[in-house]
């Protein structure tokens, strides 16, 4: 049973990392072609935009590397490790989420998406490093 949790999380990882850099590329996409064009608009609010951009591409670049070097771990490290794995699949739709709601709030407006995303990306990678450390 260990094998086959340890195989469909890192093909969750491995899939999820995917679909999060071709959101990547889409949103940058989006940014190119906004309608008015990004370089006219505030540098706040191009600052919002590329930094949640680049939080996404953070996000898909992590679950890729996951996907690759994933290893399943006994006991209550695996326990751990499912947590971690839990918060970096929620880190994705909150930071997702963020780059099309929170630009257009302004720089000065509570950002409570890309927060959350970011304390999950943070909390899930900090659960899998401790299940990293040896004995």
Do not use: N
């Not at 590329?50 to 996951?66: F, P």
């Not at 839990?86 to 709030?105: D, I, K, N, S």
């Not at 990306?121 to 004995?135: E, I, N, P, S, V």
């Amino acid at each position: 049973m260990m094998v086959a949790f340890g195989g469909e999380v890192r093909r969750l990882h491995f899939i999820l990392g995917w679909v999060t850099v071709v959101a990547f590329l889409i949103t940058g996409q989006l940014m190119r072609h906004h309608s008015p064009p990004l370089v006219t608009m505030s540098d706040s609010v191009r600052l919002l935009y590329r930094s949640r951009h680049i939080y996404i591409l953070s996000a898909g670049l992590l679950h890729l590397m996951l996907g690759i070097y994933w290893r399943t771990f006994d006991g209550w490290r695996r326990h751990v490790q499912a947590a971690g794995s839990v918060l970096l699949a929620m880190a994705v739709p909150l930071l997702v989420r963020a780059f099309f709601v929170e630009p257009a709030r302004g720089l000065l407006a509570a950002t409570p998406w890309s927060h959350f995303g970011l304390y999950a990306l943070f909390g899930g990678t900090m659960l899998h490093a401790l299940c990293g450390f040896k004995r």
